[in-house]
């Protein structure tokens, strides 16, 4: 059995909520990590972001839009990053966000509704061949 996701009876693969909230974690730092790198070649000169970590840091803040303004771009390159990691962390924290949320307080399983609803179809089927319907 796969620790990442469940194979249901109809083979659809579904993935562990912990596990998609996990990959896009990776997947947020990971963007962080990266254009950390260009942030600061483009800052370090002129801005007062002189670190590999004050980049890191500066992106982390924009993309969890906290930003406390002890690090910010002065460069258009460096606004442009740091613009478009608001972007990514917005987006890849709102859907970490919701998709634990979701878990926590969802009342039905939403793979069980699929199954039903995928036989309820082949049963369906099932009469329309038959002609019955």
Known sequence: MAVSHK?????????HVW???GMAFIVLYSYIAITALPLLYYENPTGNVHTYADAF???QMAASTIGFGD???VTPVGRAIVSLSFYVGVGLAGYIGS????????????S????????QNEEILKLLRKGKM
């Open 7 to 15: 194979i249901d009876q109809y083979g659809v693969r579904e993935y």
């Open 19 to 21: 596990y998609k909230a």
């Open 57 to 59: 840091y500066l992106l």
């Open 71 to 73: 690090f910010y771009p």
């Open 99 to 110: 998709t634990i949320a979701s878990a926590l307080t969802s009342h039905t399983d939403q």
């Open 112 to 119: 069980v509704m699929n199954r039903e609803l995928r036989q």
